[in-house]
C-alpha cells in the first residue's frame, strides 16, 4: 500500500506563497509522473501541475509563472511551491501517482 501524504496548506493573503508538500512512502525514483490537483468546492477536481522524473514539467495556464513543482527523490517528497497567490487558487490540493492519491491538504486565500 503506497501512501501519499501532503503538507504545507493553510490560510494567506493574496499575494502570499506557501510550499506544499508530498511525502510519499515509496522510493519516488520508481514513479516516473507526478502530479499535483486541486479541487475547489463545487468544482471538478483539476491537475495543476505534473512532473516527470526527467524533470518535463506542465502548468496548467492559470498558474504558470507562478507556480513551481518540483521533486526531491532522495528525501521521497514532492513539491509545489506557489507564489503570487489569488482567491481563485483556493481549494484543497491533492498529490498524485499513478492510481494513488493523498489526503489532500487545503489552501484558503483571502483577505
Known amino acids: 500500500q503506497v501512501q501519499l501524504v501532503e503538507s504545507g496548506g493553510g490560510w494567506v493573503q493574496p499575494g502570499g506563497s506557501l510550499r506544499l508538500s508530498c511525502a510519499a512512502s515509496?522510493?519516488?525514483?520508481?514513479?516516473?509522473?507526478m502530479r499535483w490537483y486541486r479541487q475547489a468546492p463545487g468544482k471538478q477536481r483539476e491537475l495543476v501541475a505534473s512532473?516527470?522524473?526527467?524533470?518535463?514539467?506542465n502548468y496548467r495556464d492559470s498558474v504558470k509563472g507562478r507556480f513551481t513543482i518540483s521533486r526531491d527523490n532522495a528525501k521521497n517528497t514532492m513539491y509545489l511551491q506557489m507564489n503570487s497567490l489569488k482567491p481563485e487558487d483556493t481549494a484543497v490540493y491533492y498529490c498524485?501517482?499513478?492510481?494513488?492519491w493523498g489526503q489532500g491538504t487545503q489552501v484558503t486565500v483571502s483577505s
Open positions: 515509496i522510493s519516488m525514483s520508481s514513479i516516473h509522473l
Open positions: 498524485n501517482a499513478l492510481s494513488w
Open positions: 512532473l516527470t522524473n526527467s524533470g518535463n514539467t
